[in-house]
């Protein structure tokens, strides 16, 4: 948080806790029920909001400095990657599975998803440029999934890297 605290999600427990770099221990540990399984973790500094999206398909918001959870948004599935841009006062949640990603912002003092755009299938990792305000994905094609069940293997040679922004 450029202040010596880091922020870290617990997906065994579900909850945020904020972490004293310099001493290395914890200071608290933060309950982001209903929101189950967190993986990818963002940040707003400047507001002092933190964004987990969770396997059960919500984004929580949390303040920073209370540990209150303010809101769940609805997101997409299979999500692991969170951002925000401070630039845009956007949030946003990479969702794998349905090859998605959610646009989340605070609306008249709520926070709601204000658009889910497409992207593929499996794209679960993120970044934000702060500069551009575009975000980037990677990516690959995927081939049929094996007979019996399992994962699906990529194609060779189909990677890519997904961007854009407004």
Do not use: Q
Not at 17 to 42: E, N, Y
Not at 121 to 132: L, N
Not at 143 to 156: D, K, T, Y
Request: proline share 7%; with cysteine; net charge negative.
């Amino acid at each position: 948080d450029g202040s010596g605290t880091v922020w870290v999600n617990n997906e065994s427990t579900s909850e945020v806790m904020a972490i004293d770099a310099a001493k290395l221990a914890v200071l608290r540990h933060t309950s982001i029920a209903p929101c189950d399984g967190p993986s990818g973790l963002a940040m707003d500094a400047k507001n002092r909001r933190l964004f987990s999206v969770c396997g059960n398909n919500t984004m929580a918001v949390t303040d920073a400095d209370s540990g209150k959870l303010l809101a769940t948004v609805p997101i997409g599935a299979g999500t692991d990657g969170a951002g925000f841009d401070p630039g845009t006062g956007l949030a946003f949640s990479s969702n794998g599975r349905d090859g998605t990603l959610t646009l989340v912002r605070e609306v008249n003092g709520k926070y709601e998803a204000v658009e889910t755009v497409p992207t593929m299938r499996g794209s679960r990792t993120m970044t934000v440029d702060p500069k551009t305000h575009n975000i980037y994905l990677p990516a690959v094609e995927y081939g049929p999934a094996p007979a019996g069940g399992g994962r699906a293997p990529a194609v060779p040679d189909s990677f890519m890297l997904l961007g854009g922004g407004k």
